[in-house]
């Protein structure tokens, strides 16, 4: 069975920091690159970060560049999100998502098996 569980949500005030895991198994977690998406109250959710099956690549949308940054542990299964100087419009359901291809990676790609979310609040 394909498990994604994603962590380390929580309320933060604007300016702090969080760090979010993502925890896969039941596949090759080492042949699938793992994006994270997001999505706010009444806003369609928007893919905010992705890691490449191998490392060697990485995306971010714009407005998270400079602030977040994803890597990964292949030896634990596990992939990472931290997200410094947050801002209230970072306030969302966080999502993790795998999908299998070869070194490469986008948030604009459709991805194959999802988690279930954990929210990140960030007040003002």
């Known amino acids: 069975e394909v498990r994604l569980v994603e962590s380390g949500g929580g309320l933060v005030q604007a300016g702090g920091s969080l760090r979010l895991s993502c925890v896969a198994s039941?596949?090759?977690?080492?042949?699938?690159?793992i994006a994270w998406f997001r999505q706010a109250p009444g806003k369609e959710r928007e893919g905010v970060s992705c890691?490449?099956?191998?490392?060697?690549?990485?995306d971010y949308v714009d407005s998270v560049k400079g602030r977040f940054t994803i890597s990964r542990d292949n030896a634990k299964n596990t992939v990472y999100l931290q997200m410094n100087s947050l801002k209230p419009e970072d306030t969302a359901v966080y999502y993790c998502?795998?999908?299998?291809?070869?070194?490469?990676?986008?948030?604009?790609?459709?991805?194959?098996?999802w988690g279930q979310g954990t929210q990140v609040t960030v007040s003002s």
């Open positions: 998502a795998a999908d299998r291809r070869p070194n490469y990676c986008s948030i604009y790609d459709i991805y194959d098996y």
């Open positions: 039941g596949f090759t977690f080492d042949d699938y690159a």
């Open positions: 890691i490449s099956s191998t490392d060697r690549n990485s």
